[in-house]
């Protein structure tokens, strides 16, 4: 177990970096569509395009990472995103905006394998642990992302400011990346991965045979549409209503991440003193 450790802090770390990037630019997103002439309705379906390229490829990268490990889909995916931010630095148009969010979106394997990883690298007594230590990550790449994207928009933000967000969330992006090739050791044994080359069942062969899951699968979709639909909007409204800019809103969101943050963490232990009790 001690010999998991290793990759499992670079796991982490690699989740850290790279949600942070991926949070430096959801804030600013609005304002540079808006800068570029975009309609807050074409605003929308631009930022929308990449959930879009993550439904169309998630189930790709998925079985790819069982076939050929965890660490390639790692790594893939966190260069796709250097290329999208870089691409959305040069962006001249809302269309090529939604383009390079769509490839962003269809390149996002990363997260699911790291989470896929955690798994491999846990038995039954750490798997809620491994998790667990995913989650803070990505909810601590929520707080710091959004607050640096609101410390580098600056005061006064124009297009040089966008392209400078965009390619600080690269940057992040392909430190992560380096990360992942020199410290993260594939989790995925040889013999699960040669087993995975058989035909696997349909994914909603599954969903239909375990309700429980299906359950899940409904309960989560809910909470994620409506976390993109105040994402997506919160931007736009804020700036036809309280005249904020990106720094507002990116402040706003690192403290809407912090009191999510400490709401689980309070959960959390609330759950472990009545288990401890019983």
């Known amino acids: 177990m001690s010999s998991r450790i290793p990759s499992l802090a670079a796991l982490v770390g690699v989740v850290l970096i790279g949600m942070t990037g991926f949070g430096v630019f959801l804030p ?19 930022m929308g395009a990449y959930s879009l390229g993550q439904l169309i490829s998630s189930p790709f990268w998925g079985r790819l990472s069982d076939r050929i490990g965890r660490k390639p889909i790692l790594i893939a995916g966190l260069v796709g995103g250097v290329v999208s931010y870089l691409w959305l630095a040069r962006a001249n148009s809302v269309e090529e905006l939604g383009a390079a969010r769509l490839f962003g979106g269809l390149m996002a394997g990363n997260v699911g394998a790291a989470f896929a990883a955690a798994a491999d690298l846990a038995d039954d007594k750490t798997r809620a642990r491994n998790m667990g230590f995913l989650g ?20 006064e933000p124009g ?6 967000v965009c390619i600080a969330s690269a940057a992040l992006a392909g430190v992560a990346a380096l990360i992942a090739l020199a410290l993260f050791r594939e989790s995925l044994s040889r013999a699960a991965r040669a087993s995975a080359h058989a035909d696997p069942p349909h994914r909603f062969a599954i969903l239909s045979a375990k ?25 736009l409204w804020t700036d036809a209503e309280l005249s904020w800019g990106p720094r507002e809103v990116g ?16 959960v959390r232990a609330r759950r472990r003193a009545r288990w401890a009790n019983t």
Request: charged share 5%; glycine share 12%.
């Open 28 to 46: 600013i997103f609005p304002f540079l569509a808006l800068d570029l002439g975009a309609t807050p309705t074409a605003t929308t379906i631009a």
């Open 136 to 155: 803070a990550a990505v909810g601590f790449g929520f707080i710091a992302g959004p607050a640096l994207g609101a410390f580098l928009i600056g005061d």
């Open 159 to 164: 297009r040089a400011a966008f392209s400078r």
């Open 211 to 235: 309700p429980a899951l299906a359950r899940f699968v409904a309960v989560m979709f809910l909470i994620i549409a409506a976390q993109a639909l105040m994402e997506t909007t919160f931007g």
């Open 251 to 266: 402040w706003t969101l690192a403290a809407l991440g912090a009191g999510a943050v400490l709401l689980q963490g309070a």
